[in-house]
């Protein structure tokens, strides 16, 4: 992995397209589960590298040790072509892979991603989901005092009652 690391901190496409056709594995994970592609959103690589990973066989359905799935990490560091990709492709957006129940939705709500909850809301995505612990991404919302982004969610709460 100490490789790839190297080549994604770098955002270095060459190199990475090198790399895999000396072998390197687009399906590696580091020891926590965390894969290769999460690795590429977390050094906020370049568009063209996820699509080189995705189109040499990284496995976009992967999720780590905890549940954290690629579209997880996909929202967290707000790639929104990653997102509608996986969207396209089927990925569920109402089906939580953490193990604590913690949604997307959640997750977007937590880092401020607007643009993200926009889509999932023009999705149909369930506000109401709650994890583990009973709260919901509009009780997210309130604690991290997003009060434009919890009227985002009210306002999607009104409009579904309606």
Same mark, same amino acid.
């Given at each position: 992995?100490?490789?790839?690391?190297?080549?994604?901190?770098?955002?270095?496409?060459?190199?990475?397209?090198?790399?895999?056709?000396?072998?390197?594995?687009?399906?590696?994970?580091?020891?926590?589960?965390?894969?290769?592609?999460?690795?590429?959103?977390?050094?906020?690589?370049?568009? /063209?590298? &996820?699509?080189? *990973?995705? $189109?040499? +066989?990284? @496995? !976009?359905?992967?999720? =780590?040790?905890? %549940?954290?799935?690629?579209?997880?990490?996909?929202?967290?560091?707000?790639?929104?072509?990653?997102?509608?990709?996986?969207?396209?492709?089927?990925?569920?957006?109402?089906?939580?892979?953490?193990?604590?129940?913690?949604?997307?939705?959640?997750?977007?709500?937590?880092?401020?991603?607007? /643009?993200? &909850?926009?889509? *999932?809301? $023009?999705? +149909?995505? @369930? !506000?109401?989901?709650? =994890?583990?612990? %009973?709260?919901?991404?509009?009780?997210?919302?309130?604690?991290?005092?997003?009060?434009?982004?919890?009227?985002?969610?009210?306002?999607?709460?009104?409009?579904?009652?309606?």
């Amino acid at each position: 992995m100490e490789e790839w690391i190297t080549l994604l901190k770098a955002n270095d496409y060459l190199g990475i397209k090198k790399y895999l056709k000396s072998g390197g594995n687009p399906n590696e994970v580091e020891e926590n589960g965390e894969s290769v592609i999460c690795f590429a959103l977390r050094y906020h690589c370049d568009q /063209e590298i &996820i699509d080189l *990973l995705i $189109e040499s +066989g990284a @496995d !976009v359905t992967h999720t =780590d040790n905890e %549940g954290v799935s690629v579209f997880d990490v996909a929202v967290t560091y707000n790639n929104l072509s990653l997102i509608e990709r996986l969207i396209k492709s089927g990925f569920d957006v109402n089906h939580p892979t953490r193990q604590s129940g913690f949604t997307p939705l959640m997750g977007a709500v937590c880092y401020g991603r607007t /643009e993200v &909850i926009k889509k *999932l809301l $023009e999705l +149909g995505v @369930d !506000v109401h989901a709650r =994890d583990a612990y %009973g709260l919901n991404a509009i009780d997210f919302a309130r604690k991290m005092h997003k009060k434009s982004i919890l009227d985002l969610l009210q306002g999607e709460e009104k409009n579904g009652t309606d």
